[in-house]
């Protein structure tokens, strides 16, 4: 047996002003409304909250590499500091051993006999050390002790080894002393450092 379903035969009015069918017009606004909605729900929002996502993790890297940076040119400002406040010595670690030069710097505390270069070798990876033994004369023991005073300001970095050999002969006093002389094993790093900055 069959069952005839009833033929619903909606109509839908038709309301005009001056020529525009309203009714129609507002069905296909509500169309437009629900395909809008939609396009929303399955195509803008994913995006929105993947925007969402990309946005705070950049600013979570935004506000790590801005401290970073600060604690970068915090250090670099006090490295700067400290090369400035040490500039002398950084300079004296350059320089070569220059024998008249140092013959010169000595001749106001003593006479000096002969320098005798020993050995150079490599002092904690960085550095070079070079000895010297000195055999010179002094008039009084004040002497030798201004001299080392005065190494203080002198253009290269010394060392002075102790005990010291002191012999009475004539007028004068003979010592026998070593030195060590210090400098930088590689300066053109440096250099290349100091202009990077």
Request: hydrophobic share 40%; aromatic share 14%.
């Amino acid at each position: 047996m069959k069952i005839k379903l009833p033929k619903i035969n909606l109509k839908i009015p038709k309301v005009t002003i001056y020529g525009i069918d309203v009714v129609k017009n507002f069905l296909y606004f509500i169309l437009y409304l629900i395909i809008t909605l939609l396009a929303i729900a399955f195509l803008i929002a994913p995006a929105i909250k993947t925007f969402k996502t990309a946005q705070k993790k950049y600013f979570e890297i935004k506000t790590e590499y801005l401290s970073v940076k600060n604690n970068y040119n915090n250090e670099l400002n006090d490295l700067n500091k400290l090369k400035k406040e040490n500039r002398a010595i950084i300079l004296k670690f350059k320089r070569d051993f220059d024998i008249n030069n140092f013959k010169l710097f000595a001749s106001k505390y003593m006479k000096i006999e002969n320098i005798k270069k020993d050995k150079t070798k490599i002092f904690k990876k960085d550095f070079i050390k070079t000895i010297y033994y000195i055999n010179a004369f002094i008039k009084s023991p004040k002497n030798f002790y201004d001299f080392i005073d005065g190494l203080k300001k002198y253009k290269n970095i010394i060392k002075v080894y102790f005990p010291i050999d002191f012999e009475k002969e004539k007028n004068d006093i003979k010592i026998t002393l070593k030195i060590e002389h210090y400098r930088l094993k590689n300066k053109n790093a440096l250099k290349a450092e100091e202009n990077a900055h």
